[in-house]
Each structure stands twice: as C-alpha cells, then as structure tokens.
C-alpha cells in the first residue's frame, strides 16, 4: 500500500526558506513521477512541480527560480525546497504520486 508523509511546513516570513519533504513506501519510487501540489481553502489544488523519473523537472511558472524539487531515490523521499517565499504561497502542499496523496502540511507565510 503507498503511503505519502509531508512534513517541513510552517510560519516563516516573506523572504524566507522552508524544506519540505515527503516520505513514500509502499513500493520503490524511482521510476516514477513525483509532484508536489498546494490547495488554498476553498480553491482547487494547483500544481507547483514535478520530479519525471528520467530525471527531469518542472515548474508552475509562479515558483519557477524560487522553488527547488528534488528526490532521492535511495531514500524513496521528494523534497522541495522554497527560497524567497511570499505570502501568495501560503497553502497546504500535498505529495502526489500514481494518483496517491498525503494528508499535506500547511505553509504559511506572513509577518
């Protein structure tokens, strides 16, 4: 059974970094797309980036040069790391992979 674990979430100022991760089992991931999404209350959840198994990556164009997805296989975890975040990124980011989910964690930044 797969099974997604965010977690790295919090209050950070504008300016300021969070790290992310997503801890996966189940079964092994590194051939396999993996994807962060983020929802707002009452929005539709929104992609934010994908890590492609090949190696490639790719990016909602409102996080493109703030936003960093990585993945290490060995580990079977995606991470993202998000520099210069701003108070429009403020949203719950969820782990997607073969249509599976975690539960999210919420970002919030403010001052």
């Known amino acids: 059974q797969v099974q997604l674990v965010e977690s790295g979430g919090g209050l950070v100022q504008p300016g300021g970094s969070l790290r992310l991760s997503c801890a996966a089992s189940g079964r092994n991931f590194s051939a396999t797309n993996m994807a962060w999404y983020r929802r707002a209350p009452g929005k539709e959840r929104e992609f934010v980036a994908i890590s492609g198994y090949l190696g490639t990556t790719l990016y909602n164009q409102a996080v493109k040069g703030r936003f960093t997805i990585s993945k290490d296989n060995a580990k079977n975890t995606l991470y993202l790391q998000m520099n210069s975040l701003e108070p429009e990124d403020t949203d719950v980011y969820y782990c997607?992979?073969?249509?599976?989910w975690g539960k999210g964690t919420q970002v919030a930044v403010s001052s």
């Open positions: 997607g992979v073969l249509g599976f």
